[in-house]
């Protein structure tokens, strides 16, 4: 089990650049979840997937930023035009669904940094 | 709206020392919480959870309740080591697990010789 794999794991863009970040779930895991970790704001929760359908989306900045899952092994997270503001920590998450509450496994991140 | 406060944002300590961390939540949904750990530059990961009211959880020589009464799910440990200096969320979500985790601000904990 290679756990929740993002990549990449670190990028640099230049401010106005898009921004794609990956993210591949734990086999069998079919629900995602993106957050954003910022030392002045801590984790923030982004969106939700369940069975590769977006569930809340509440977190995410209604401009420039959109998130899908096109199939259970992928969600990508696009920032477009980006700002230095949106330099942060991008983490995603996995879990199972059903039966007893199952723990959220996260991946180790993407690094955004915005120049 | 519902929420998790950590009242401490850095508690440094001796080894061999106890330590608890402060958690207190705000939800108007059954709650799960969950204590996670991330040390520098890993992904968090999870320390402890629990739905259940009065009755103690434990990992790893930590322990928490979950006091329904006084809405909160304090960390401790009784003897701390060096590898436990990181970042500890506690986190909010309800029993069905159908809503993302709200964390707290974390607690950075720093454990000296």
């Known amino acids: 089990n290679a756990g929740v794999i993002q990549t990449p794991r670190h990028k640099v863009t230049g401010k106005g650049q898009e921004a794609t970040l990956w993210c591949e779930p734990i086999s069998g895991h079919s629900a995602v979840f993106w957050y954003r970790q910022t030392i002045v704001q801590g984790l923030e929760f982004l969106t939700y997937f369940r069975n590769q359908a977006p569930i809340d989306d509440s977190g995410m900045p209604k401009e420039r930023f959109s998130a899908q899952m096109p199939n259970q092994s992928h969600s990508t997270l696009k920032i477009q035009s980006t700002q230095p503001q949106d330099s942060a920590v991008y983490l995603c998450?996995?879990?199972?669904?059903?039966?007893?509450?199952?723990?959220?496994?996260f991946g180790p991140g993407t690094r955004l940094t915005v120049l | 709206g519902d929420s998790v406060t950590q009242t401490e944002g850095l508690v440094t300590l001796t080894k061999g020392l106890p330590v608890m961390l402060n958690c207190t939540y705000q939800t108007t949904y059954s709650p799960f919480l969950f204590w996670y750990v991330q040390h520098l530059n890993e992904a968090p990961k999870l320390l402890l959870k629990s739905s259940t009211d009065n009755k103690r959880t434990e990992h790893q020589g930590f322990y928490a309740t979950l006091h329904k009464s006084s809405s909160s799910f304090h960390l401790q440990k009784s003897s701390v080591q060096l590898s436990d200096s990181a970042l500890y969320f506690c986190?909010?979500?309800?029993?069905?697990?159908?809503?993302?985790?709200?964390f707290g601000t974390g607690t950075t904990v720093s454990v000296s010789p």
């Open positions: 986190a909010l979500s309800d029993r069905q697990g159908g809503r993302a985790l709200i």
């Open positions: 998450a996995s879990r199972i669904l059903g039966g007893n509450y199952a723990e959220q496994f």
